[in-house]
C-alpha cells in the first residue's frame, strides 16, 4: 500500500515552522517573516497556531494579546484579498502592515497608556520605529515570497520560447536587409 503525501501541506508545516524557529533567532525586533507567512500561505489555523505557540513559551498571554492576533489577522485577510494576483499583492502587503500597527498598537494603547489624545499620540509614536521594522521585514520576505512565486513557473525552455518568439516579432516587424554594395 502507498502513502500519499500532500506536498502542499508539508511545504506549509515546514515554512510554518521554520517561521516559528526564527521567531527565537532574535532578529531585530518586528523584522520578521511573520506577517509574510499569514499574508501568502493562506492557511489560517498554521499561521495563527504558530503565534500562539511562541506566545505561549516565549512571552506569556499579555493584557491586549487580542488586538495584537486581530492586527495579524489582517495579513490573512488582506491576503485572501489579494489572490495570486502579483499587483494586487504589491498593493495589500503594506496595507496589512499599517493595519497591523494601528490594530495591534490601539491594543497598546488601551491597555498601557492614558485613555487621551496625548496618551494615543504617545503611543503611535513610540511605535513608529517598531512600525518600520514590521514594514521592512514584510517587504523584504514578502519580496523574496513573490520573486520566487513569479519566478517558479518560468523554465528555461518556457523563457527560450519568449524569447524566440520576441526576436521573431522584431525580425518580422524590421527586417534585415542586405548591405549595398558598391
Avoid: E
Amino acid at each position: 500500500m502507498k502513502i500519499k503525501i500532500n506536498q502542499s501541506l508539508v511545504t506549509k508545516i515546514l515554512t510554518a515552522g521554520a517561521v516559528l524557529a526564527s521567531r527565537f533567532i532574535g532578529l531585530i525586533p518586528n523584522f520578521s517573516p511573520l506577517g509574510s507567512l499569514g499574508f501568502f500561505q493562506h492557511n489560517f489555523i498554521l499561521f495563527m497556531g504558530q503565534i500562539l505557540i511562541f506566545d505561549w513559551f516565549f512571552s506569556g498571554l499579555y493584557h491586549g494579546f487580542i488586538f495584537t492576533y486581530l492586527g495579524f489577522a489582517s495579513y490573512y485577510v488582506l491576503g485572501l484579498l489579494a489572490k495570486d494576483k502579483p499587483k494586487k499583492q504589491l498593493l495589500l502587503l503594506p496595507l496589512a502592515s499599517f493595519l497591523f500597527f494601528l490594530i495591534s498598537n490601539f491594543g497598546v494603547w488601551w491597555y498601557w497608556y492614558p485613555h487621551s489624545w496625548q496618551g494615543l499620540l504617545t503611543c503611535y509614536t513610540l511605535a513608529v520605529p517598531f512600525y518600520r521594522n514590521t514594514l521592512l521585514g514584510d517587504v523584504f520576505f514578502g519580496g523574496m515570497i513573490l520573486s520566487f512565486s513569479i519566478f517558479k513557473n518560468f523554465s528555461v525552455v518556457k523563457v527560450k520560447k519568449l524569447v524566440l518568439a520576441k526576436l521573431k516579432f522584431i525580425l518580422i516587424k524590421y527586417p534585415v536587409s542586405p548591405a549595398k554594395r558598391d
